[in-house]
């Protein structure tokens, strides 16, 4: 089996982290192959990096060269799960919604610890799109950069902490809202908040790995019904990019 992990950002450590925990979560047999967008934000911060990262993501993933499993989307509350999803053919699973669920089937109610104070909301949209909000209790902010998480001692207090605070809220069980976050140990982290701790990244290769073993795949039927056929211009022609 082959399942492809794209990164949201085009920070390739990141992507590294990212898949180096998608393998130690993969079962025997699983490969996985890593990609980093061409263009796009570096890390996904806010309404305009998520909309951006969106579709640098949904043009990497329009013309693969190599076939794959199934494809999970690293980018916690990002949008494009949907788009991916018409776009392929084989299951496409994002961390945002993996993490929630299977948060549902080891508590009540859940709460997500996440890195800056303006990504909440887009969170909580994410994951009432997904279905899965009426259970969260909370989303804290951390009040880290994306690209401050490698700073871990400073991660895991800032983490602890948040988590404490989601506990409060009444959560169960946490989830760690970013990718960027997925170095954490989840057994050290349940141990020191006394409660589950879901990685969204492990999460959804094991989703993805259901999904395959079971033969399913997303429905063609209404919402993710393939794209239409029509003219579409798809990456900036070169050199016509700007940076901000």
Same mark, same amino acid.
């Given at each position: 089996?082959?399942?492809?992990?794209?990164?949201?950002?085009?920070?390739?450590?990141?992507?590294?982290?990212?898949?180096?925990?998608?393998?130690?979560? /993969? *079962?025997?047999?699983?490969?996985?192959?890593?990609?980093?967008?061409?263009?796009?934000?570096?890390?996904?911060?806010?309404?305009?990096d998520?909309?951006?990262? /969106?579709?640098?993501?949904?043009?990497?993933?329009?013309?693969?060269d190599?076939?794959?499993?199934?494809?999970?989307?690293?980018?916690?509350?990002?949008? *494009?799960?949907?788009? +991916?999803?018409?776009?392929?053919?084989?299951?496409?699973?994002?961390?945002?919604?993996?993490?929630?669920?299977l948060a549902?089937?080891?508590?009540?109610?859940?709460?997500?610890?996440?890195?800056?104070?303006?990504?909440?909301?887009?969170?909580?949209?994410?994951?009432?799109?997904?279905?899965?909000?009426?259970?969260?209790?909370?989303?804290? %902010?951390?009040?880290?950069?994306?690209?401050?998480?490698?700073?871990?001692?400073?991660?895991?207090?800032?983490?602890?902490?948040?988590?404490?605070? %989601?506990?409060? +809220?009444?959560?169960?069980?946490?989830?760690?809202?970013?990718?960027?976050?997925t170095?954490?140990?989840?057994?050290?982290? !349940?141990?020191?908040l006394?409660?589950?701790?879901?990685?969204?990244? %492990?999460?959804a290769?094991k989703?993805?790995? !259901?999904l395959?073993?079971?033969g399913?795949?997303?429905?063609?039927?209404g919402?993710?019904?393939?794209?239409? !056929?029509?003219r579409r !211009?798809?990456?900036?022609?070169p050199?016509?990019?700007?940076?901000?």
């Open positions: 089996m082959r399942i492809l992990v794209t990164n949201c950002n085009t920070t390739v450590a990141m992507t590294e982290e990212i898949c180096a925990r998608a393998r130690a979560a /993969a *079962g025997p047999g699983t490969e996985i192959v890593g990609l980093t967008p061409r263009w796009g934000p570096e890390s996904a911060e806010g309404w305009v998520s909309f951006l990262s /969106a579709a640098a993501v949904l043009d990497l993933l329009r013309d693969l190599e076939p794959f499993d199934a494809v999970v989307m690293a980018g916690f509350g990002e949008h *494009g799960r949907e788009g +991916a999803r018409e776009l392929l053919g084989v299951p496409v699973v994002d961390i945002t919604e993996a993490a929630a669920h549902c089937l080891l508590g009540r109610r859940y709460g997500v610890v996440t890195t800056l104070e303006r990504s909440c909301g887009q969170i909580e949209d994410n994951l009432l799109t997904a279905g899965v909000a009426e259970h969260c209790a909370a989303v804290v %902010a951390t009040g880290l950069g994306v690209l401050e998480l490698a700073d871990e001692p400073r991660v895991w207090a800032a983490v602890t902490a948040a988590g404490a605070r %989601a506990r409060q +809220a009444g959560a169960e069980v946490l989830v760690l809202g970013c990718a960027g976050m170095r954490l140990m989840q057994t050290a982290a !349940s141990s020191e006394g409660m589950p701790v879901v990685d969204g990244v %492990a999460a290769v989703l993805a790995e !259901s395959v073993g079971l399913l795949t997303t429905s063609r039927v919402s993710y019904a393939t794209p239409l !056929s029509k !211009s798809w990456s900036p022609p050199g016509g990019h700007r940076e901000q």
